[in-house]
């Protein structure tokens, strides 16, 4: 079975705080994402990483930087925290897609962060 | 542009009373289509991929179909253990990147 944990499940910060969050695969999965959920505007994709110490840009990255040193770990950085990052944050991993492969984001279970 | 939509936004059922959830989407390049099914306060959970029209899966009361432009989710004699947010992701190329693109989701209520 696949297993993804996220370090926090409910996590409460104020703004102008730095924050770190966790998530680790075990795996083996190259790919890991990190999405924000909000009502009514369905996941939102933040940063990906496709191996080690690889990092792209999803569709919402201000605001947040990641870090992957290792396969397994992939962390999310509030560099300074805003209430508007008040969210639900979804960490995902998924095998490496070969060409014309198809492989499945398998999900953990979320931190809910409160920014006041 | 790349879209997913999801209908409805909610729906509610008796226990028993069969119904479909549908998803259409518009994609330039479309590598697979994913349901998932998320409870309150939890990550989605993976119920199914269909990667070309006419494909068809199965898993106890739920059902996923795919045509070129839309996929639905039946659930037949749905029980109230049921009732979650089912969401419809799809795959596809963007960017030089396989990324998966989400729909809103359909909020399921099932009552005894």
């Not at chain 1, 795996?27 to 994402?33: C, L, S, T, V």
């Not at chain 1, 933040?46 to 930087?65: A, L, T």
């Not at chain 1, 014309?100 to 398998?106: F, V």
């Not at chain 2, 989605?44 to 739920?62: H, I």
Request: glycine share 8%.
């Amino acid at each position: 079975d696949v297993k993804v944990t996220q370090s926090s499940r409910y996590l409460v910060k104020r703004t102008g705080e730095k924050v770190f969050l966790e998530c680790v695969q075990d795996m083996d999965h190259e790919n890991m994402f990190w999405y924000r959920q909000d009502p009514g505007l369905g996941l939102r994709l933040i940063y990906f990483s496709y191996d080690v110490k690889m990092k792209e840009k999803g569709d919402i990255p201000e605001g947040y930087s990641v870090s992957r040193e290792k396969k397994e770990r992939f962390s999310l950085i509030l560099e300074s925290a805003s209430t508007n990052q008040t969210s639900m944050y979804l960490c995902a991993s998924r095998k490496l897609m070969q060409a014309g492969g198809h492989e499945t984001q398998y999900f953990g279970p979320g931190t809910r962060l409160l920014v006041l | 542009e790349d879209q997913v939509t999801q209908s409805p936004e909610a729906l509610r059922l008796q226990e028993g009373e069969s119904s479909s959830l549908n998803c259409s989407y518009t994609v330039s390049g479309l590598r697979g289509l994913f349901w998932y099914r998320q409870d309150p306060g939890k990550g989605p959970e993976f119920l199914f991929t269909l990667y070309s029209a006419g494909e068809e899966k199965e898993k106890e009361r739920l059902k996923a179909t795919l045509t070129k432009k839309e996929s639905f989710l039946h659930i037949t004699a749905p029980k109230p253990e049921d009732s979650a947010t089912y969401l419809c992701a799809v795959q596809a190329l963007s960017g030089g990147y396989n990324k998966l693109i989400f729909g809103a989701g359909t909020r399921l209520a099932v009552h005894p």
